[in-house]
T-cell receptor, first 118, second 116 residues
Framework: AQSVTQLDSQVPVFEEAPVELRCNYSSSVSVYLFWYVQYPNQGLQLLLKYLSGSTLVKGINGFEAEFNKSQTSFHLRKPSVHISDTAEYFCAVSAANAGGTSYGKLTFGQGTILTVHP | DSGVTQTPKHLITATGQRVTLRCSPRSGDLSVYWYQQSLDQGLQFLIHYYNGEERAKGNILERFSAQQFPDLHSELNLSSLELGDSALYFC???????????????FGPGTRLTVL
């Protein structure tokens, strides 16, 4: 089984400042990692994903994340945030190459609300 | 727009009632997943269908059931509704190829269920 911990429930930041949203995971098998964003009253939109290869992953809207296997982390970063980045961000994992009863399901963290102030 | 559609957007009903939520996956996606988002439980996986067959179950109550039809749309049926079933229900679809691991899941806009 997998679990995800997002270390900050809320992150306030000023516009144009850098931001890091932290995500740690636990799993006994190899995992795929995802960050999703949820704007108010909307569904989840994929920001970026790590399946294999380079541990630094670039996504949409200027976000990037780094997979650190030894620290079981997948922190999300943006060098300069905008007001429009205000949203809730979810880190998620799924078991890689899994079959059986756990195939493909996403396990989510509790979410981090990013609020960008002018 | 993810290409995944869900109807209805909002549903208000009373305790004890039964409702059906509908999901149409992206064109070509064989897998449909259902998730529940609530304030106390967060986002939780409910059930996964692949090409019409149930593949995995998560924390889905016995009062809830789902199916995927030959045209690949899926329905989530919730019965004997309780106040605690009030939540946002999402479906997601993906191009999962069995044996090759999970691929990206694309989420619909969700159905907000309110049980009064």
């Amino acid at each position: 089984a997998q679990s995800v911990t997002q270390l900050d429930s809320q992150v306030p930041v000023f516009e144009e400042a850098p931001v890091e949203l932290r995500c740690n995971y636990s799993s006994s098998v190899s995992v795929y990692l995802f960050w999703y964003v949820q704007y108010p009253n909307q569904g989840l939109q994929l920001l970026l994903k790590y399946l294999s290869g380079s541990t630094l992953v670039k996504g949409i809207n200027g976000f990037e994340a780094e997979f650190n296997k030894s620290q079981t982390s997948f922190h999300l970063r943006k060098p300069s945030v905008h007001i429009s980045d205000t949203a809730e961000y979810f880190c998620a994992v799924s078991a890689a190459n899994a079959g059986g009863t756990s195939y493909g399901k996403l396990t989510f963290g509790q979410g981090t609300i990013l609020t960008v102030h002018p | 727009d993810s290409g995944v559609t869900q109807t209805p957007k909002h549903l208000i009903t009373a305790t004890g009632q039964r409702v059906t939520l509908r999901c149409s996956p992206r064109s070509g996606d064989l897998s449909v997943y259902w998730y529940q988002q609530s304030l106390d439980q967060g986002l939780q996986f409910l059930i996964h269908y692949y090409n019409g067959e149930e593949r995995a179950k998560g924390n889905i109550l016995e009062r809830f059931s789902a199916q995927q039809f030959p045209d690949l749309h899926s329905e989530l049926n919730l019965s004997s509704l309780e106040l605690g079933d009030s939540a946002l229900y999402f479906c997601a679809s993906s191009v999962v190829i069995l044996g090759q691991g999970a691929d990206t899941q694309y989420f619909g806009p969700g159905t907000r269920l309110t049980v009064l």
